[in-house]
């Protein structure tokens, strides 16, 4: 954890001046995006009002006690992903993200004519990053942007470089079982 200026760092980047909300299971801090992007292959979890204050104060937290709580409810997470990913698999579903390719006009981003086929199959990554993560997800959001580099994703997707958003919301959720007004209580 770094402490510059009596002021938290993120330590995922140098540059990143970011606040810090986040907290691995080796004591390193991380803004909101890199804490995101840190969960997808290590054990990383929100920081506790109390506990930010506390490091911002230059105290330590008691970890072990929440290292120990976190571990279990990943554990349980882990254990119900891997179960709705078995389910979700046997039953041929799968998920197709859709791209929005736009252009600039007088600032605004305006949807454009696509140059090719808009939708392509993320099922494999859906499924790596577990049912809970996948559910998290929002369209038009930098999370669900990198979709558009998955293997599957048309060549021009890949070399679009205008604005452009990533629908695949929808499409995660049918692919779980879950309904619209459901699945906002099961994200939760």
Known sequence: MTIKGGKLRCDMSKDCAQAVTHIDEKGFAYCAAH???RKAYRHCRALRPYE?????AGKTIDYELKTARFYASEDRRLAED????A??????KRVRAKFHPQAWINDYAVDVDPEGP????????????????????????YATDVFRDASGAPEWVREWSGPFYVEVEGSIREF???????????AS
């Open 35 to 37: 804490g995101a992007e």
């Open 52 to 56: 930010l204050r506390r490091l911002e």
């Open 82 to 85: 891997r179960q709705a990913a």
């Open 87 to 92: 389910v979700a698999r046997a039953s041929g």
């Open 118 to 141: 808009l939708t392509w199959d993320v099922t494999d990554a859906i499924l790596a990053m577990g049912k809970t993560r996948a559910l998290e997800l929002q369209d038009s959001d």
């Open 176 to 186: 779980f079982g879950m309904a619209e007004g459901a699945s906002e209580a099961a």
